[in-house]
């Protein structure tokens, strides 16, 4: 039986979202995921793990690509796509969507310059969106509200935005943004974690994921 490529529910998704998201145009996918990793900020000292290991500088890594061809991890990559998209609730999709959806970048390092991709620009207005329909967040402009679940999903400090800048840009205190923010939190928080719970069985099942002991 193949040993799975994936450690975690959670690496699992990550990694599917970006080689999804990637412009493969190398003759093999280890060369398209090492590119992938290296034009990100590198959220984990496991996701730093998965990089050495496509390098060649690691043999420990959780991530586990040995004795597989580019097909196997593209089709890994599609199942878990194509499972996000069938079992998971169209907020929960937002959610992921968002949160590990790509962050493009340009120029060279010293200068360089961060936005999001168009999918995880179009996540954060869904996700907005949904917040605006539950009237959770009353308190903060709708237009705002945009801007503070991207602050909530930005991956790089150059994608961030500071409540003095919400407080300028919408208007208000900018305490107001700031005691606002946690409530954006507590709502988003629970939708990756749903989620990765009712993917998680499923990844096991598939043998994407390896089985969490119940111990």
Not at 7 to 18: D, L, M, N, P, R
Request: positive net charge; proline residues 3%; hydrophobic residues 40%.
């Amino acid at each position: 039986m193949m040993k799975p490529i994936f450690e975690t529910t959670g690496q699992a998704i990550y990694v599917a979202f970006q080689i999804h998201g990637s412009e493969q145009q190398d003759s093999t996918m280890r060369k398209a995921l090492i590119r992938v990793m290296e034009s990100i900020n590198l959220q984990s000292d496991e996701q730093s793990e998965w990089l050495a290991q496509l390098r060649g500088t690691r043999a420990d890594s959780t991530v586990d690509f040995e004795g597989l061809s580019s097909n196997d991890i593209r089709a890994q990559c599609a199942l878990i796509m194509s499972a996000i998209h069938a079992l998971l609730p169209q907020a929960e999709i937002w959610a992921l969507q968002a949160k590990y959806s790509r962050t493009d970048y340009e120029g060279p390092i010293e200068s360089r310059r961060y936005a999001f991709s168009k999918e995880k620009a179009a996540a954060i207005r869904n996700v907005a969106r949904w917040l605006a329909e539950r009237r959770a967040l009353e308190c903060v402009p709708r237009l705002a509200l945009d801007c503070m679940v991207a602050k909530f999903y930005a991956n790089h400090k150059k994608t961030e935005i500071s409540f003095r800048q919400l407080a300028i840009e919408f208007g208000g205190n900018h305490m107001s943004y700031a005691r606002a923010f946690p409530k954006v939190k507590a709502l988003l928080k629970p939708l990756e974690a749903m989620a990765i719970a009712r993917l998680q069985p499923h990844f096991e099942e598939q043998g994407i994921v390896a089985c969490q002991s119940t111990n």
